[in-house]
């Protein structure tokens, strides 16, 4: 086995040995009452640790299948889709994907998106949902969703509000009342610090009820029944990944110690340094002001190249991001500082980039 | 924390403590070559041990994803299910939520499909898609897959045949092109012996030219587009499992080395002790002919408490499963003799069953 690479992608992110051994307890059943209890073990410490009374789904799925739970039951005609990056993109065709008209509001990639761009948009009223990305890991714009929540649902109130948070959700703040959010989700890998395989989204009340009358919702992308299976059996409709409900329940109690504001603060000061650091180095590439609190894009002002750079930092038991996709490759990279990183942890790998470049 | 209970149930079986330990090695990203060296050996190894060519789709999911995928990518506008128990049942319902036309080919629980039955419905020459259950884990019940093939594909070759295969595929013997299907699926809880968390479905060149023509297919449904993924970048749309991917890898090597032939023969004789042993004290559900070679579903003739059973069970640590649902629960019980139990093991849970029973 070869050095271990430690995780400062935007996710899969570290997960720490001790969070990793959760997953090797012997299995239980998923039917029997002490799955029930380890599965609203969960569902309370999420609401908790994000102050929220939504449900929260965990499912067995990457996080990309909010996506399709977002175009089969949500989606009823027509969504306004806003993309400025890689991930919102994807977003938008799913669902396009799936069936159901979309309209796109396109921002440059590193530019965020308004709530009065939105507002511009809604206007038409030929909307019934609105899709926006929280964090979008290719760029490392954070738009700001508390914001356009707040000037949407005031004039919007029938518009399902959808949220792709899956690159800042658990380490960003994300607190969905307050947000006005009807469904907002991540995946395990990412600020959780867990492994990948479970997708975790806030479900309000409003999206239930305009899941209950979209027609084809399938099985597995149907909201409203798998809302339905937990509030009668509180358990999953099939089978779900139990070892890392384990891993998710024992990272969770770590992570109510921290509190949301906790964590947050941490993810912030590494942002801050990290942004200074580039700063002083190069370009951040987001617009100033929306810069991700998990993730940071660089851009490559040196012109070096960051795939030697990785090859380098590899052999000293680091792994970093290159640009994403053939727009941004080499023209940026990106570090990710999110899950359990301390500040401490993000120094080390700029200092080893400072050293193999010789800034 | 209390004994461990042993998994006699059909699904999920117990997992090795030497499997679960593989999910505790440390993570690595999804998208450098140390993934691809993974996933692309997992898909080898997959299509050794089955001997197929056709290429094995593996999900970050449940089982049940499948249904939706064959709803979403390979139903085009009208199929056959084929309905015998509870997941058959299930399978047709999902089809149908998906927005396709379902007939129901429907047999009384514990009875087995035949080939005549199929070919008398699909003379009408109504519908693109037959889906059957290998082995309905409510009931017990083994359908004649390879005999259904056979004369399905002679006479309509243009018809995909779509198998669930979730509680006998690694334990009971699957050749994909033997059986003619052109998707057949499993999840990794099962036979396999792993936790839950993947899906695993053998995917014939004639599933991927009708997806190819099926619109709305989605994205973690699309079947097309996971498999143009692969050929692409030998990786998957979105980021898997990988500590689950770990273990699969890690128990392939154990399946390759004990071959397909030699794990079927196993199961069938943990299969064959525990028929006759149901016959001496009790009597088999199944139709005669039809039985399981990886669940024993058993008739309570003598009338005791199922629930009693295991409570008394649990505190010798074991667990095996009541009757499938409000029609078979009390009436019948179930035995799980899958994965890497051996005929022993089966025996041990047998000789307590007597020893508490008094039989």
């Not at 890689?86 to 990639?109: E, H, M």
């Not at 308004?114 to 009223?125: N, V």
């Not at 975790?200 to 239930?208: Q, Y």
């Amino acid at each position: 086995m070869n050095l271990h690479k430690r995780l400062f992608i935007p996710g899969p992110t570290e997960v720490f040995p001790d969070v990793l051994l959760q997953q090797a307890k012997p299995l239980i059943g998923h039917r029997p009452q002490e799955f029930t209890d380890l599965f609203v073990g969960i569902v309370d410490k999420l609401q908790k640790f994000h102050g929220s009374r939504q449900w929260p789904a965990v499912i067995t799925a990457s996080g990309t299948l909010f996506m399709d739970i977002t175009g089969r039951s949500l989606v009823q005609e027509r969504a306004l889709c806003c993309v400025n990056g890689a991930f919102s993109q994807r977003y938008a065709a799913t669902i396009q994907n799936c069936g159901k008209a979309v309209d796109v509001l396109d921002v440059p990639w590193g530019q965020a998106i308004t709530p009065e761009m939105i507002l511009e948009r809604l206007s038409s009223g030929d909307y019934d949902t609105l899709v926006v990305c929280h964090n979008e890991t290719s760029t490392g714009v954070r738009n700001p969703i508390y914001d356009i929540g707040k000037a949407v649902k005031k004039e919007h109130p029938d518009i399902i509000y959808a949220i792709d948070s899956v690159s800042a959700m658990g380490g960003d703040k994300v607190e969905p009342e307050k947000i006005g959010s009807d469904l907002i989700f991540t995946s395990t890998q990412k600020c959780f610090a867990l492994p990948p395989g479970l997708a975790i989204g806030f479900v309000s009340e409003h999206a239930l009820e305009r899941a209950a009358d979209v027609p084809h919702r399938g099985r597995y992308t149907d909201l409203k029944g798998i809302y339905d299976y937990y509030q009668k059996k509180q358990q999953t409709p099939s089978t779900p990944n139990v070892s890392l409900l384990y891993a998710l329940d024992y990272q969770l109690d770590k992570m109510l110690e921290e509190t949301q504001e906790g964590r947050y603060q941490r993810h912030l000061s590494m942002a801050q340094w990290t942004r200074a650091w580039a700063n002083k180095h190069f370009e951040m590439f987001p617009e100033k002001g929306y810069e991700s609190v998990t993730v940071s894009t660089i851009k490559n002002t040196l012109g070096k190249s960051i795939a030697d750079l990785n090859k380098e930092l590899a052999t000293r038991g680091f792994m970093i991001s290159n640009g994403y996709g053939k727009q941004l490759k080499e023209k940026t990279f990106r570090i990710g500082h999110m899950g359990d990183w301390q500040l401490a942890n993000v120094q080390e790998v700029c200092w080893h980039i400072e050293d193999i470049w010789g800034l």
